[in-house]
């Protein structure tokens, strides 16, 4: 059921991004940006947090991938990311995007909408009513939580693949990935995941340091998944709730080595 | 000494906030709110953190409490405050202000009185130099701790109480619960709440988690802070400083059942 | 090798922080915000973030040390450092500044310079890679990660604080510190500061605390960067990972008492 091809390359992707250590800059949200630049660290990568439109293009410069985060969202944020996107597309960068409660407010669904059509956005990352909100008017989700299981948003999720170009990650109990022909699907992860703030905002994080140096962006996408997931599962044998939880995923991040992850990745060929 | 009614009622109410999971929308500052997101999910609450004008307003919406938080202020924060505020009060959803800081500077004592007058607040609580600041011009605390003890606090408490017919919960070593008339003094607690930041915070956005589903909004205070201090005093034991006592108290707040809080709430009516 | 009468020092300096309990203001990123605050109250401080121009002024006035960070900075924030500066220095505060990504971007380096020119700073604080560019142009650091050894930038870190009459601190395996005159190198210290974000910053805060205390601003400088190495070194010990370093960093900064740190104190006169 599991495709051993895609495990080794999984291992792969991780023992790259410890190499290669690819700085991220992230421009995100207020709430989880400290977790996801340790989680960053963690993994092997480099963080730089940068927002000021007056000095976002110079630190894109830098980087090696951006991630767009739309949560604590503002007008000003929007056009910060839209100034880092068009540096990043000119430089050939991966972009992640994360389009955290779209759907929930306006300036949410349309600054996302405005940011996938000006920019060439790589991956999109969100739960399946965040996915749907981007295709489906009238989608919407309970502020920043999903109220759709994956599957309803397998469709959307191929449409917007195909439309846009990018790859579609949808997360859940099983995350879908797809470019819009090819679906993988992940089957690492915790439930624990759901009790702490900022879980998908990590593992849009890993998404991005995997993307910066894997030659195959479906693969990295489904080999970021795959490891953080199998982290979650590491980490809560030992949590005795989601205080400890966090703490020790990012202890497994940061232990996690190429063999466990070949051995444990469990992606199909949906 | 202490009420076994309340006790009872506090666990009814934990229970409620883990079946009706309530959505509570934070305009809080940059400094805790990770934590307190972090606090919300752990007790059962789902949490939305959204402050830009834009959006305020229909993130409300979907709202069942709103948390009106003055860490890190700023003009433009206030006027975010006010615009979700009056939606707020527009759909008889419960506010709770947490005044950080008042008395500290102009900006924060202006704002909490603006906000006050402006809104009708369900519940204000905060330490007892931001209460006494709140309606003596000159009480001025050290930064954001307070210098003063609850009792000092107690009269202005019942005052401000009566005339907003608003609750007041004055936090300290044993916490003060008043709508003006009745008084609960809530025992639990531990001070290494006060090596922690956001403690008092985090005590407010458990106020709105239980305000969201309690019927009676002097008992669901109570019992928020009974809640917490309890889990406090659980954190505390297993802990060896104040790392691990915050991330114990996420850990505490989330194995908490309803019998535990029914036989370890201290409530008193004063 | 270390000397004898800096350690005792160093111990004498950490016993006034926690008799004095002094109130730290820092102007700071919003990625490590709350790391700083947290070992800001572990250490015996008491902390403050506000960084409104409507307030930053007020807030100064009660504290008894400045920290001017340049993380997440943007031309708003800048001006509420040089209010709240100058403000400092008609106090005679003294004012701690962490150049986070000096010479990464255009924003960040011009920035430094300006608070450096318009204010008395006491401690500048930074990678050996910030402070190169500090001093020439064309040190460019990868994001907020410095590129160069401490000692690539001895000269640079002497020059400076003849130059702008500072103490320059510059972090790394092993830190230097100067007036100019006299150096100090820290041995304290452990690698896995570098697998956490936040690390510099808390050490930054950490001398802002023992400045506001010390009759001796260099012995200060040296017992802080001392005191946090000292703690990481313990932290290490019993973590599995980053994530559980960070939290056991705090309790270890907490645990600390004068004793072990003037046995642990390995600081030479260079």
């Given at each position: 059921m599991f495709d051993k091809g895609l495990a080794q390359k999984a291992a792969e992707n991780l023992k790259k991004v410890r190499e290669k250590k690819p700085l991220i800059h992230s421009i995100t949200n207020y709430v989880t940006m400290n977790y996801t630049a340790n989680a960053l660290l963690a993994c092997g990568a480099s963080a730089v947090m940068a927002h000021a439109e007056e000095e976002v293009e110079e630190m894109v410069c830098l980087a090696d991938a951006l991630v767009l985060n739309l949560g604590t969202l503002s007008e000003v944020r929007v056009h910060a990311m839209e100034k880092a996107g068009k540096e990043a597309c000119k430089r050939h960068l991966p972009i992640v995007l994360d389009p955290v409660g779209?759907?929930?407010t306006t300036l949410r669904t349309r600054s996302c909408q405005r940011l996938i059509r000006e920019l060439s956005i790589r991956v999109i990352r969100g739960n399946p009513s965040e996915i749907l909100s981007l295709s489906h008017e009238?989608?919407?989700?309970r502020g920043i939580e999903?109220?759709?299981?994956?599957d309803a948003a397998a469709e959307a999720a191929v449409n917007l693949a195909r439309e846009h170009g990018s790859i579609l990650a949808v997360s859940g109990r099983v995350d879908l990935v797809t470019d819009g022909k090819t679906r993988y699907r992940v089957h690492n992860g915790h439930?624990?995941?759901?009790?702490?703030?900022?879980a998908g905002c990590t593992a849009t994080a890993m998404i991005a340091a995997f993307l910066a140096v894997g030659s195959n962006a479906l693969e990295a996408t489904a080999a970021a998944l795959s490891y953080f997931g199998l982290a979650a599962e590491k980490a809560a044998k030992?949590?005795?709730g989601p205080g400890s939880f966090q703490i020790r995923l990012l202890d497994a991040l940061y232990r996690m080595d190429e063999e466990e992850l070949k051995q444990g990745a469990r992606i199909e060929i949906a």
């Open positions: 779209a759907g929930a009238g989608a919407r989700p999903s109220v759709h299981p994956v439930d624990m995941l759901g009790s702490m703030t900022g030992s949590s005795e």
